[in-house]
């Protein structure tokens, strides 16, 4: 049986339309004795900032300012994590040393070229995460000197990113004005709040 459709009636936009953006849950606000899971970016909620290798440098920089983020993932066609690239690669000392190196010149660099290859990203494991609190996320990203650290789960052969932590998520859900990206003053900013 054949069902017959008919042509829905076409209208003009007009001015002064706006659009729908998603509705964007506030993080909730935390102590360091939160949950931690409280704190990360899961993507099974959310969706991952990704890059190809092949991008070059300022168009991952450009895409982070749009996304509001400092860090992406790096993935091939298959999604498959290759590394990843923050801010501080692109912004720092880093493409200078690798134009020098390789004699190229910075607009020629690619995400490939700067990036932290999976292999050295250093990530922590969904399992000690779920029992861990905001203040074992905060100690941990403060040893390590980072601003993210990745999240991974495993399905026995393969590791899955499963979610982020950010020091300034973590000083916006702890109530902190976020005035600078400097790892050292935001990290004494949330050791203040958390009454260390």
């Not at 042509?7 to 909730?28: D, K, M, S, Y």
């Not at 990203?121 to 399992?127: K, S």
């Not at 650290?149 to 000083?171: C, D, H, K």
């Amino acid at each position: 049986m054949d069902r017959i459709f008919t042509a829905l009636q076409i209208r003009e936009l007009g001015p002064r339309a706006g659009f729908r953006r998603p509705t964007q849950v506030l993080a909730a606000r935390v102590t360091s004795g939160s949950p931690a899971l409280g704190v990360m970016t899961d993507l099974t909620r959310a969706s991952s900032a990704t890059i190809r290798a092949q991008a070059p440098i300022e168009a991952a920089n450009q895409f982070m300012i749009a996304r509001g983020v400092r860090m992406l993932l790096v993935a091939d066609e298959r999604e498959e994590v290759l590394g990843v690239i923050t801010a501080t690669d692109i912004l720092g000392e880093k493409p200078m040393r690798v134009s020098v190196d390789r004699g190229l010149t910075r607009a020629e660099l690619t995400v490939g070229d700067i990036m932290t290859p999976a292999e050295h990203v250093e990530v922590l494991a969904l399992a000690d995460v779920e029992g861990a609190r905001v203040g074992h996320v905060v100690e941990t990203l403060k040893r390590a000197g980072r601003q993210h650290a990745l999240v991974v789960e495993s399905n026995g052969t393969r590791s899955m990113v499963r979610g982020i932590f950010s020091v300034s998520q973590i000083a916006r859900q702890l109530g902190l004005p976020l005035q600078t990206s400097e790892v050292a003053r935001t990290f004494a900013e949330i050791e203040a709040a958390l009454g260390h």
